[in-house]
Protein backbone atom coordinates (compact mmCIF):
# COMPACT_ATOMS: atom_id res chain seq x y z
CA UNK A 1 0.00 0.00 0.00
CA UNK A 2 1.29 3.26 -1.14
CA UNK A 3 1.39 6.81 0.55
CA UNK A 4 -2.13 8.55 0.34
CA UNK A 5 -0.74 10.56 -2.54
CA UNK A 6 0.45 8.08 -4.81
CA UNK A 7 -2.89 6.03 -3.93
CA UNK A 8 -5.00 9.17 -5.44
CA UNK A 9 -2.50 10.02 -8.58
CA UNK A 10 -2.94 6.18 -9.20
CA UNK A 11 -6.78 6.44 -8.97
CA UNK A 12 -7.03 8.97 -11.61
CA UNK A 13 -5.13 7.64 -13.89
CA UNK A 14 -6.80 4.47 -14.04
CA UNK A 15 -10.76 4.30 -14.77
CA UNK A 16 -10.91 0.79 -14.23
CA UNK A 17 -9.25 0.99 -11.12
CA UNK A 18 -11.35 4.70 -9.94
CA UNK A 19 -14.29 2.49 -10.55
CA UNK A 20 -13.70 -0.49 -8.92
CA UNK A 21 -12.89 1.71 -5.38
CA UNK A 22 -14.65 4.59 -5.88
CA UNK A 23 -18.19 3.13 -7.47
CA UNK A 24 -18.05 -0.15 -6.29
CA UNK A 25 -17.98 -1.62 -10.35
CA UNK A 26 -16.58 -4.74 -11.68
CA UNK A 27 -18.19 -5.66 -14.84
CA UNK A 28 -20.65 -4.32 -17.14
CA UNK A 29 -23.45 -5.82 -14.75
CA UNK A 30 -22.47 -3.28 -12.03
CA UNK A 31 -21.93 -0.10 -14.54
CA UNK A 32 -25.99 -0.94 -15.75
CA UNK A 33 -27.41 -0.84 -11.86
CA UNK A 34 -25.13 2.47 -11.54
CA UNK A 35 -26.70 3.94 -14.45
CA UNK A 36 -29.93 2.89 -13.26
CA UNK A 37 -29.78 4.70 -10.64
CA UNK A 38 -28.12 7.67 -12.30
CA UNK A 39 -31.50 7.74 -14.64
CA UNK A 40 -33.64 7.91 -11.80
CA UNK A 41 -32.07 10.80 -10.18
CA UNK A 42 -31.37 12.98 -13.44
CA UNK A 43 -34.76 12.44 -14.65
CA UNK A 44 -36.97 12.21 -11.58
CA UNK A 45 -34.82 15.05 -9.22
CA UNK A 46 -31.70 16.72 -10.45
CA UNK A 47 -32.96 17.28 -14.22
CA UNK A 48 -36.60 17.18 -14.11
CA UNK A 49 -37.58 20.53 -15.35
CA UNK A 50 -35.60 19.62 -18.76
CA UNK A 51 -35.75 15.75 -18.97
CA UNK A 52 -39.46 14.98 -16.86
CA UNK A 53 -42.68 15.27 -19.15
CA UNK A 54 -44.50 16.01 -15.72
CA UNK A 55 -42.05 18.80 -14.65
CA UNK A 56 -41.58 20.03 -18.23
CA UNK A 57 -43.79 23.11 -18.76
CA UNK A 58 -43.61 23.87 -22.48
CA UNK A 59 -41.46 21.55 -24.96
CA UNK A 60 -38.61 23.87 -25.66
CA UNK A 61 -37.47 23.36 -22.09
CA UNK A 62 -36.64 19.84 -22.70
CA UNK A 63 -33.00 19.18 -23.03
CA UNK A 64 -30.00 16.59 -22.86
CA UNK A 65 -27.27 18.96 -22.72
CA UNK A 66 -26.81 18.70 -19.29
CA UNK A 67 -26.77 15.45 -18.46
CA UNK A 68 -23.27 14.74 -18.68
CA UNK A 69 -22.53 17.27 -16.21
CA UNK A 70 -24.77 15.94 -13.95
CA UNK A 71 -23.23 12.53 -14.11
CA UNK A 72 -19.59 14.00 -13.75
CA UNK A 73 -20.77 15.67 -10.76
CA UNK A 74 -22.48 12.45 -9.02
CA UNK A 75 -19.24 10.69 -9.55
CA UNK A 76 -17.08 13.13 -7.94
CA UNK A 77 -19.30 13.51 -5.24
CA UNK A 78 -18.62 9.68 -4.85
CA UNK A 79 -14.71 10.67 -5.20
CA UNK A 80 -15.11 13.11 -2.15
CA UNK A 81 -17.22 10.37 0.43
CA UNK A 82 -14.22 7.50 -0.61
CA UNK A 83 -11.40 10.38 -0.11
CA UNK A 84 -13.19 11.87 3.31
CA UNK A 85 -13.87 8.51 4.81
CA UNK A 86 -11.33 5.77 3.52
CA UNK A 87 -8.49 8.03 2.35
CA UNK A 88 -9.20 10.59 5.41
CA UNK A 89 -9.39 13.99 3.12
CA UNK A 90 -10.82 16.92 4.69
CA UNK A 91 -13.52 17.61 2.24
CA UNK A 92 -11.74 20.72 1.19
CA UNK A 93 -8.83 18.78 0.57
CA UNK A 94 -10.42 15.88 -1.34
CA UNK A 95 -12.08 18.71 -3.64
CA UNK A 96 -8.42 20.18 -4.04
CA UNK A 97 -7.50 17.10 -5.54
CA UNK A 98 -10.43 17.44 -7.67
CA UNK A 99 -8.94 20.96 -9.21
CA UNK A 100 -6.53 19.39 -10.86
CA UNK A 101 -6.61 19.90 -15.34
CA UNK A 102 -6.10 16.64 -15.67
CA UNK A 103 -8.49 14.77 -13.00
CA UNK A 104 -11.54 17.10 -14.31
CA UNK A 105 -10.72 16.05 -17.79
CA UNK A 106 -10.60 12.59 -16.87
CA UNK A 107 -13.60 12.51 -14.69
CA UNK A 108 -15.48 14.31 -17.64
CA UNK A 109 -14.05 11.12 -20.23
CA UNK A 110 -15.29 8.57 -17.53
CA UNK A 111 -19.16 10.61 -17.39
CA UNK A 112 -19.02 10.57 -21.16
CA UNK A 113 -18.22 6.68 -21.17
CA UNK A 114 -20.93 5.96 -18.63
CA UNK A 115 -23.28 8.49 -20.92
CA UNK A 116 -22.08 6.81 -24.46
CA UNK A 117 -22.70 3.30 -23.12
CA UNK A 118 -26.00 3.20 -20.96
CA UNK A 119 -27.72 6.17 -22.13
CA UNK A 120 -30.55 4.60 -23.22
CA UNK A 121 -31.40 3.84 -19.92
CA UNK A 122 -31.75 7.00 -19.22
CA UNK A 123 -33.98 7.39 -22.23
CA UNK A 124 -36.45 4.87 -21.32
CA UNK A 125 -36.66 6.74 -18.06
CA UNK A 126 -37.56 9.54 -20.06
CA UNK A 127 -40.10 7.88 -22.07
CA UNK A 128 -41.68 6.53 -19.44
CA UNK A 129 -42.22 9.87 -17.95
CA UNK A 130 -44.38 10.79 -20.94
CA UNK A 131 -46.78 7.85 -21.08
CA UNK A 132 -47.17 8.90 -17.14
CA UNK A 133 -48.06 12.15 -18.39
CA UNK A 134 -50.72 10.74 -20.67
CA UNK A 135 -52.60 8.68 -18.44
CA UNK A 136 -52.67 10.97 -15.53
CA UNK A 137 -53.79 13.63 -18.12
CA UNK A 138 -57.52 12.57 -17.41
CA UNK A 139 -58.97 16.03 -18.72
CA UNK A 140 -58.74 16.66 -22.41
CA UNK A 141 -57.68 19.99 -21.77
CA UNK A 142 -54.99 19.78 -19.04
CA UNK A 143 -51.10 19.51 -20.30
CA UNK A 144 -52.76 19.02 -24.23
CA UNK A 145 -50.40 21.75 -25.57
CA UNK A 146 -46.80 19.87 -24.29
CA UNK A 147 -48.41 16.46 -25.08
CA UNK A 148 -49.28 18.06 -28.29
CA UNK A 149 -46.13 19.49 -29.00
CA UNK A 150 -43.98 16.03 -28.31
CA UNK A 151 -46.80 14.42 -30.71
CA UNK A 152 -45.87 16.50 -33.14
CA UNK A 153 -41.70 16.92 -32.45
CA UNK A 154 -38.90 14.76 -33.64
CA UNK A 155 -39.31 12.29 -30.91
CA UNK A 156 -42.74 10.37 -32.75
CA UNK A 157 -41.22 10.98 -36.72
CA UNK A 158 -43.21 7.77 -37.46
CA UNK A 159 -46.76 9.50 -35.98
CA UNK A 160 -48.03 8.91 -39.14
CA UNK A 161 -47.28 5.44 -39.39
CA UNK A 162 -48.85 5.01 -35.75
CA UNK A 163 -52.15 7.12 -36.89
CA UNK A 164 -51.12 9.88 -33.94
CA UNK A 165 -51.42 13.72 -34.64
CA UNK A 166 -52.90 14.95 -31.81
CA UNK A 167 -53.78 14.00 -27.93
CA UNK A 168 -57.41 13.35 -28.98
CA UNK A 169 -56.49 10.22 -31.00
CA UNK A 170 -54.14 8.68 -28.36
CA UNK A 171 -57.17 9.07 -25.83
CA UNK A 172 -58.89 6.40 -26.28
CA UNK A 173 -55.55 3.93 -26.07
CA UNK A 174 -54.94 5.66 -22.73
CA UNK A 175 -58.52 4.85 -21.63
CA UNK A 176 -57.82 1.66 -21.91
CA UNK A 177 -54.86 1.69 -19.68
CA UNK A 178 -56.20 3.48 -17.31
CA UNK A 179 -59.21 1.03 -16.70
CA UNK A 180 -56.45 -1.89 -16.59
CA UNK A 181 -54.27 0.47 -13.98
CA UNK A 182 -55.19 -1.97 -11.24
CA UNK A 183 -54.56 -5.05 -12.64
CA UNK A 184 -50.14 -3.68 -12.13
CA UNK A 185 -49.31 -7.53 -13.82
CA UNK A 186 -46.91 -5.19 -16.32
CA UNK A 187 -46.22 -2.29 -17.03
CA UNK A 188 -48.59 0.04 -17.77
CA UNK A 189 -47.40 0.85 -21.38
CA UNK A 190 -47.94 -2.83 -21.94
CA UNK A 191 -51.63 -2.47 -21.60
CA UNK A 192 -52.03 -0.61 -24.73
CA UNK A 193 -49.97 -1.43 -28.20
CA UNK A 194 -49.92 1.69 -29.41
CA UNK A 195 -48.58 3.71 -25.74
CA UNK A 196 -46.03 1.01 -26.14
CA UNK A 197 -44.71 2.41 -29.59
CA UNK A 198 -44.79 5.35 -28.32
CA UNK A 199 -42.51 5.16 -25.80
CA UNK A 200 -40.33 3.10 -28.32
CA UNK A 201 -40.32 5.98 -30.60
CA UNK A 202 -39.30 8.41 -27.91
CA UNK A 203 -36.18 6.36 -27.30
CA UNK A 204 -35.30 5.40 -30.73
CA UNK A 205 -35.13 9.37 -31.25
CA UNK A 206 -33.54 10.44 -28.44
CA UNK A 207 -30.62 8.39 -29.24
CA UNK A 208 -30.19 9.88 -32.68
CA UNK A 209 -29.87 13.23 -31.20
CA UNK A 210 -26.76 14.33 -31.75
CA UNK A 211 -24.73 15.57 -28.10
Not at 13 to 20: H, M, P, R, T, W
Not at 78 to 98: G, P
Not at 107 to 130: G, H, Q
Request: charged share 30%; net charge positive.
Amino acid sequence: MGSISSQTKQLFQDKVLFEKKILNVENNQDREDVVSILAIRLVRDSLKEHLNFLYIEKFSDFSLKQIVNIVFKEIANEWVDYAMHILNYSKSAALDELRIQHRVKFLKSLSSDYYNSFKDTIFEEIADTFIELLVQNTKKDKNSILINAVINSDLIPNRSVLNINSWNQLSECVKVAIDLRGSKKVKLENFESKLKKVKKSIIYSLSKIKD
